[in-house]
């Protein structure tokens, strides 16, 4: 076991919900993942484990919350209607 990859969690590998709650997210966000094919498992101890090299993976590609300002909404054409005491 390399001394690396456990550094962050203190384990070689890790189980779906233990992956997700390391990243503050639900267990189906990683079932999700795995199933999409973004992230790689280990299956064939009859369990589905994840290695810790996936989480720091993931992890690397993180990236600053930079939010974009909404663009301005466009002000809605009024609807002509009727002054009070005029008929159609």
Same mark, same amino acid.
């Given at each position: 076991?390399?001394?690396?990859?456990?550094?962050?969690?203190?384990?070689?590998?890790?189980?779906?919900?233990?992956?997700?709650?390391?990243?503050?997210?639900?267990?189906?966000?990683?079932?999700?993942?795995?199933?999409?094919?973004?992230?790689?498992?280990?299956?064939?101890?009859?369990?589905?484990?994840?290695?810790?090299?996936?989480?720091?993976?993931?992890?690397?590609?993180?990236?600053?919350?930079? %939010? @974009? $300002? /909404? #663009? !301005? %909404? @466009? $002000? /809605? #054409? !009024?609807?002509?209607?009727?002054?009070?005491?005029?008929?159609?």
């Amino acid at each position: 076991m390399r001394n690396d990859e456990t550094q962050l969690t203190g384990r070689a590998a890790l189980s779906p919900r233990e992956f997700a709650a390391s990243c503050g997210r639900h267990a189906s966000w990683a079932y999700r993942l795995l199933y999409g094919g973004k992230i790689h498992a280990i299956t064939e101890l009859g369990r589905i484990l994840i290695p810790a090299s996936e989480l720091e993976r993931v992890l690397s590609l993180a990236q600053p919350y930079d %939010p @974009k $300002p /909404k #663009p !301005e %909404p @466009k $002000p /809605k #054409p !009024e609807a002509e209607q009727p002054e009070a005491g005029q008929s159609l």
